[in-house]
């Protein structure tokens, strides 16, 4: 039998062996303990609601259309995610040769400018149901959804005539159900004064520097949400957002951006939840929440656009 000498002692290499062998199946550990998998079939965030396979078709006006003219679609975006979403929007031209639009190539003029706003509608509201009171006193505001300043459009009938108002924009803060607040952070949009019939009428833009809703805002990602009465008192198309009420100027701080709630019966309310993304906040990209929203896609022609056939295509894109 051959020996090997260790440590200045003459050991059996059979020995030796054994000793290694038995050492190495000793040292075994698991690799787990156990594993955890889950399966899931995906469907797209983001869709295009009353479009089959997320592809729409329309005819611009009339058709013909007449350069120079401004013209509206009106399209319903759904988030279905339960967090926002990034996207862009991305309208594209092609000049078709031909009577028809079977062959079409891009179109690298000024054919057009496009613009995507949204529209928000604001009533005086029960305070104890939070139903709008059917009455003539409301308004609509008209905004971009995705700009450098918050470029809006206001009118309203029914005010306290020949009376100031602010526009503001009311974020709760975390502890909604305890404080309200309002300045979290709050921000006065614009103020007006309505006529001596109760109307106002009041467009421009405000540099905002922050989206809407803010990050510090309980409503950017609320619970219980505000779609589907989920909360008890709203059925909104918008999960979250922000809150856009107008309110009369003398009972709205412009330092702790708070209502005074003297006279609630005299403010008007959110409808829906908005969501509006500042470019100078992080690009153009459209932070848009979950649920549904109604895109306005506004084309105005160039006056000197030539006569023909025209596709005009506006895609809805990841960020």
């Known amino acids: 039998m051959k020996k090997i000498k260790m440590f200045g002692k003459t050991i059996p290499l059979a020995l030796l062996v054994g000793i290694l062998v038995i050492g190495v199946g000793s040292a075994a550990i698991l690799e787990y303990y156990g594993t955890i998998t889950g399966t899931a079939e995906v469907e797209q965030s983001v869709i295009l609601v009353g479009c089959e396979d997320n592809e729409c078709t329309y005819e611009i006006g009339d058709s013909p259309t007449i350069a120079g003219s401004t013209y509206v679609h009106t399209q319903t975006v759904s988030n279905k995610a339960n967090q926002q979403v990034p996207i862009d929007f991305v309208t594209t031209v092609e000049k078709c040769s031909g009577s028809g639009y079977a062959t079409c190539t891009p179109d690298n003029g000024n054919v057009l400018t496009t613009r995507y706003y949204g529209i928000l509608e604001l009533e005086n509201k029960d305070i104890t149901t939070w139903v709008a009171i059917p009455d003539s006193t409301n308004a609509t505001l008209k905004y971009d959804l995705v700009s450098s300043k918050f470029n809006y459009k206001l009118e309203a009938n029914g005010l306290q005539a020949d009376t100031s108002y602010s526009l503001v924009y009311y974020a709760d803060k975390q502890d909604r159900f305890v404080n309200w607040g ?15 019939t109760g ?26 949400d505000y779609c589907a009465n989920n909360n008890g008192f709203d059925s909104y198309n918008l999960c979250g957002g922000a809150k856009i009420w107008l309110v009369p100027s003398s009972e709205y701080d412009t330092n702790t951006k708070t209502v005074s709630w003297t006279t609630p019966t005299s403010y008007l309310f959110e409808t829906d939840m908005i969501d509006y993304s500042d470019i100078e906040q992080g690009g153009d990209d459209f932070n848009m929440n979950p649920g549904n929203l109604t895109l306005n896609i506004e084309n105005t022609f160039n006056p000197a656009t030539e006569p023909g056939f025209y596709k005009i295509t506006t895609k809805v894109v990841p960020a």
Request: aromatic fraction near 8%; glycine fraction near 10%; proline fraction near 10%.
């Open 182 to 196: 309002g300045d979290n952070p709050g921000v006065l949009i614009t103020t007006a004064t309505s006529d001596g």
């Open 199 to 224: 109307y106002l009428f009041t467009q421009g833009d405000t540099n905002l520097n922050i989206n809407l809703p803010h990050t510090n805002d309980w409503n950017l990602a609320p619970n219980p």
